[in-house]
């Protein structure tokens, strides 16, 4: 009688125990898809992902994931958005009208310029696209600087590098040696001492400003370099607003994108961080606040794939 009530006894305490872990996985799980805002942090530290960090720590943190990742950036996008980040960048591409812009640049005798800066672009992806939307490939036949210069700025050496070497297989070498169309700089979102005030007619950043230290001054930064009408795009991973999409939406992210990344990459670790950078990222309204507050005017968005990205737009009057 005693031998079977210990036994009982021993039984309901391991369930008691095995209630608890479950109670414990739920809340990690609450935690992890949540959408609310997350709790605030103090101005010595940052988020890497899920973990905070010394906010002195976040530049190279970040820049070790991409050094990591660079070689297999395009695939890497790929593996994030089901492929979808080639519709998402031609329609930043299409928005922009870049190529109306271009071509009435062109039909001007009178040094009119068309100037564009592409931070976070390493690997050329958006520049690439203005390229052939301008049709500096063509230009780069004839004689002469070209009117029309995309720079690609990027913090990241080995992003650039990339970048460079895609460029010049793709393009030959007159389009950034001769008609010099094309550039890759090395330079930080959050300090384009580079570039001077009202610089560029044209801002773009994808999938960029969340891996940003101190977002607002990356915003204040832009709205420096832009000119008196110039734009801001900036195209970013966004938070889902339909929940039952956002749960597939994390059930992919959280489960397919790093296990494919440790066995496509052999970089788990790299994936993991881009799959949680997402969700402590600002949401829709939060970074048109953000981008208002920089200075921006006439500030929207748009959602893509029902919010898994959105297209953020403001211009500086």
Known sequence: FNFQQQKIRMIGIKNIIRNERLKQSLRTYRYAFSTAPPPQQNSTTTHFGYEDINVEQKEGRVREVFENVAESYDLMNDLMSGGLHRVWKDYLVKVS????MAQIVRSFDDKKELKV????????????RFVDACGCRERSKSSGV????????????EMLRVG????????GNELLDNTRALSFVNGNAQ??????????DLYTIAFGLRNVTDVDRALREAHRVLKPGGRYTCLEFSQVPNEYLRKIYDTYSFNVIPSVGDIVAKDRASYQYLVESIRKFSNQSELEHKMSKAGLQHVKHTNLSGGIVALHEGYKD
């Open 191 to 200: 300090d384009l001492h580079n570039f001077e005030d009202n610089s560029f």
């Open 164 to 171: 460079e070497r895609r460029a010049r297989q793709r393009y």
């Open 117 to 128: 800066l592409d931070v976070a672009g390493g690997t050329g992806d958006i520049a690439f």
């Open 97 to 100: 009208r870049i190529a109306s």
């Open 146 to 157: 070209d009117p029309i210069s995309i720079t690609v700025c990027d913090i990241n050496d």
